[in-house]
Structures are given as C-alpha cells and as structure tokens.
C-alpha cells in the first residue's frame, strides 16, 4: 500500500481547488511554492547525507596525518586541492540534477575541506600563527561561500565557525577579557543571509550563537549585575518586538515564535541568575560592589522600546496587547525588585510569576516551547526557594503555603471571570 506525504496530498487539494474555481491560478502557484520550499526541510535522509559529510572531512584529515611522513610537500598540497574541487565538482552536478540535499551536503564538504586545507597548509609550510585566526579564515571563506551559492548548511558552519572562534578568543571567561565586539558585525552578517535565505535552521543557529555571545559578556565584564540587568532588557524588547510582530507585520517570515522562545529563556537565566545574586549578597544594594554607581539608567532606558511598542499596540488594537503590557510590567518589577526594594522573598515571587505569565502566553499563543520553559522554570524556582532562599523549614512552608493560596486563589477568580463559563461550555 502506498501512503503519500502531507505535501503530496496538500498538492493535489491545491490542484483540485483550482480547478474547481475556489482558488485563482497565481493564488494557488504561490501556495505551491511555499508548499516546495518547506519539503525541503531537514528530514532524517537530510541527517544520514550531513553524518556522512562530516565523516568524509574527519576521514581526510586523519588520511593525511597517518600518512604525513610518507607524503612530499607537493603530495601533501594536491590531495588538499584535488579533495576541495572533487567536492565543489559534486556540489556544482547534483545542483544542477536537482538533488536538493545531496546539493547542500556536497557544498558543506567542500567548505570543510577548505578548512581541513588551511590547517594541513600551514602545518605543510610551518605557518607560525594563532589557530584562532586560522578559524577566522575559513569562517570568512565559508560565509563567503554560503552568500555566493545560497547554501543554507554552508551559512549554518559559517555562523558555528565564528562562534568557535568567539570562544577562542576568550581566555577562561575572566573578567578582564574583551568583549569581542567585531564578532558582532560577522554575527549581524550571517544574520542577514539567514533572512535573505529563509532558512530556519540557519536562523535557529543565529539566535544561538547571539545567546552565546551574550552570556559570554555576562561572564567577562565586571560589573556582572550590571550586564545581567542590561541583558534582561534586551530579552524584553526581543519579547516585545516579536508578539509586535505576531501581532501583525510577521516581519521574520513565521519565525517570531521561536525567537520569542528563545528571548523568554534568556530572560529566565538572567531572572535566576539575579535573584541567586541578590541571595548571595544579603539582599543588600546589588551595586554596592560594582563600579558603576549610575549602571541602573541603561537598563531603565531599555524599557522604553517595549512601552513604545505597548503603546503602539494600544493604538493599533493588537491581538497580543495583554502579553505586552505585561512584558513592560515584568521589566519594571524586575528593576524594582532588585534595585529599589531588594527585600527577602519578593526576587523569589517575581521569578515565580515570571514563569507562571510565560506558561499563560504558552497556552494564549499555543506554543508548546513557550510552555515547557514556563513549567520547567516554575518548578526549578520552586527548589531554589526550597535550597538556599528561606533557611528554615517552617519558613520555607510557609512560603510554599502562601504560594499555593494565592495559585489556587487566581484559578478560582480566573475561573469566575471566564466569559465562556457563562455560555455554558
């Protein structure tokens, strides 16, 4: 028995409601176009084709070290060539064969060739040098790559590559190491071709890649409440700005919500990691310590992009102007909390209600990520509050009791002040 795919059996209601009149000719050739471009999205045949490409590129470069002695330089510079070609002259066949797949995958061989050849070369020649440069180099060259053939694996290795080189950089996270700041314009590069490209999966591999420069930052600098509080506001206007764009305008192409996933996330670590610093402290002024006695005018300016954006959404009406009104009272508690009024168990019940408000915009936006974190962090609060927050165990229940009143307590009013309870449903 045959089974066909979802696209095919899309495909032909497509073809039907064409002909039935239902859809108009350049109607229904858009939608097969989009119906094309997300076929070709990673399958398990996509993983077994870049498994095998990375074990080619391993098995090159261990070919050639088992054989380094027995091998000429002139040897040794050829192979390098003649596999780097070999792979573009396969990219280059299957491209024009139309094999999607094997296309990306022949491409992402060649381009780890290219940096399997930078090493063996200036081993060959004894090139003295920082192996990070080395890194930088055939970044530079697979992102060139990526850009001038539209491969999306090649840009997803171009974007890992300057991250690796961005770790290299930094020397065992002290805080006295730079923050890398030319990293960011490479970063903003791939950004741009991961759009231009629309791939997902390239854009899944920007977005962490950013978070992993970001909590380099939190680890480096010396004001580490400072930048913590800074980052926060950043992963607020990045929540504003993608429900905005939920809202209406879509301007990432249908990736809005696993961008607002991974905005949330990074709003919970920095929430978590500010309330294990205002417990390590005493609850005493979280600058006391820092350099910076005016670090809390950044952060309180990082407000206003979200209540400009709430602002706007009152004026527009937008469908998701509860969750951003709610996202500008997240960031004013969270500088009150732990600025103005660093007081026991109030950065314990703000984090919990952080994750209780990401849970709700889980299920308001139906999006299961958005759920887990929300769960997930509710519960890890919990034994944080349990480990290290209260001290004693009459204490500590009697924070859980009052927690789960007031829990019980909203389900029972959210319940009353449903308008569906009325109907009857």
């Not at 590129?57 to 380094?68: E, G, L, Q, S, Y």
């Not at 070369?121 to 055939?138: E, F, K, M």
């Not at 600098?221 to 926060?232: D, F």
């Not at 500088?335 to 308001?364: N, S």
Request: aromatic share 10%.
């Amino acid at each position: 028995m045959h089974i066909k795919s979802k696209n095919a059996v899309i495909g032909e209601a497509l073809e039907d409601w064409r002909d039935r009149g239902l859809l108009d000719t350049d109607t229904a050739l858009r939608l097969r176009a989009d119906l094309d471009r997300g076929g070709q999205s990673f399958s398990f045949n996509a993983f077994v084709i870049t498994a095998g490409v990375v074990c080619l590129c391993f098995a090159a470069m261990t070919f050639v070290a088992a054989n380094w002695d027995q091998m000429s330089r002139l040897t040794r510079l050829m192979l390098v060539v003649l596999a780097l070609w070999t792979a573009w002259g396969a990219a280059l066949w299957t491209g024009l064969r139309g094999l999607h797949w094997w296309h990306q995958g022949s491409m992402l061989l060649a381009c780890g060739m290219f940096g399997a050849g930078i090493m063996l070369v200036s081993q060959i020649y004894h090139i003295q040098g920082n192996a990070a440069d080395a890194v930088w180099l055939w970044a530079v060259g697979t992102m060139l790559g990526a850009a001038l053939t539209r491969g999306r694996m090649v840009l997803v290795l171009a974007i890992g590559l300057f991250a690796v080189w961005h770790g290299m950089q930094i020397e065992g996270f002290r805080p006295d190491s730079d923050l890398n700041m030319p990293y960011l314009g490479w970063w903003g590069a791939g950004a741009m071709l991961a759009l231009w490209l629309q791939s997902r999966i390239a854009a899944h591999m920007t977005v962490l890649a950013l978070c992993f420069w970001l909590i380099s930052a939190l680890t480096t600098v010396a004001s580490p409440v400072l930048a913590a509080l800074i980052l926060g506001g950043l992963a607020l206007t990045a929540i504003s700005g993608m429900l905005a764009s939920l809202s209406g305008p879509r301007l990432l192409r249908g990736f809005e919500g696993a961008a607002l996933a991974y905005a949330v996330l990074m709003l919970g670590i920095v929430t978590f990691y500010l309330t294990l610093s205002l417990t390590e402290a005493g609850f005493r002024d979280p600058f006391e310590t820092e350099t910076d006695p005016h670090g809390w005018i950044i952060p309180t300016l990082l407000l206003i992009p979200s209540l400009a954006l709430a602002m706007l959404g009152q004026f527009r009406r937008w469908a998701l102007l509860y969750d951003l009104w709610v996202t500008v009272a997240a960031g004013v508690l969270i500088l009150g909390v732990h600025l103005v009024f660093p007081l026991p168990l109030l950065p314990e019940a703000l984090l919990l209600a952080v994750f209780i408000w990401v849970t709700r915009m889980g299920w308001r936006l139906d999006q299961r990520s958005l759920r887990v974190i929300g769960m997930g962090g509710f519960i890890l609060a919990l034994l944080m509050v349990y480990g290290v927050t209260v001290g004693t165990l009459i204490g500590t229940s009697g924070f859980y009791l009052g927690a789960g009143v007031i829990l019980l307590g909203g389900a029972w009013v959210a319940t009353r002040l449903d308008p569906k309870r009325k109907t009857g449903s």
